[in-house]
């Protein structure tokens, strides 16, 4: 029967980092609320966590490559929220953040999870941040912890 590794939501003694995007906070701060709802829901106690605010999505990928390549934390969850505007800046930024969120978790080897949202309206980004969506800050704490956990079982494996 061949192994398999999952994850459990459930934090132990490790250390995650939240970078927020102060850009659009009415949508961040409702995904940051979140993401730590989830954490100490599964058991993080506050000093367990640490939270970096940017000025916008943008600066998410430097920070949070920061952050992962610190050795101080076992996942780094990003958080930040593209509203489509009238000009091509919204694919620009799409583009950057998701190619450098994407690297920060490649070049350090630490789970560097995706909270972003990326919509086309207003309406659209309140439903992602706790509406009829659910809350992306959320789901993205909950697949940072269980990244955790089937990293760790992957290292305990002999």
Same mark, same amino acid.
């Given at each position: ?36 709802? *989830? ?5 993080? &106690?506050? #000093? ?5 605010? !940017? @000025?916008?999505? =943008?600066? %998410? ?32 930024? *799409? ?5 450098? &969120?994407? #690297? ?5 080897? !630490? @789970?560097?999870? =995706?909270? %972003? ?42």
């Amino acid at each position: 029967m061949p192994q398999e590794l999952h994850g459990v939501l459930q934090v132990g003694k490790e250390r995650y980092g939240i970078v927020v995007s102060r850009f659009n906070d009415f949508i961040t701060s409702r995904l940051l609320d979140g993401a730590l709802d *989830c954490l100490r829901r599964h058991g993080a &106690v506050d #000093e367990q966590i640490t939270i970096m605010w !940017v @000025p916008g999505s =943008f600066e %998410v990928p430097l920070a949070a490559r920061r952050l992962a390549g610190s050795g101080k934390f076992a996942a780094v969850i990003c958080l930040a929220a593209v509203i489509r505007g009238q000009t091509d800046h919204y694919d620009y930024v *799409c583009q950057q953040i998701t190619r450098g &969120v994407g #690297e920060a978790g490649l070049a350090t080897g !630490v @789970p560097v999870l =995706f909270g %972003v949202i990326t919509t086309d309206s207003l309406d659209g980004a309140i439903d992602r941040a706790g509406a009829k969506g659910g809350n992306q800050g959320f789901k993205s704490a909950a697949a940072a912890i269980e990244m955790v956990h089937v990293f760790d079982q992957l290292n305990e494996m002999k």
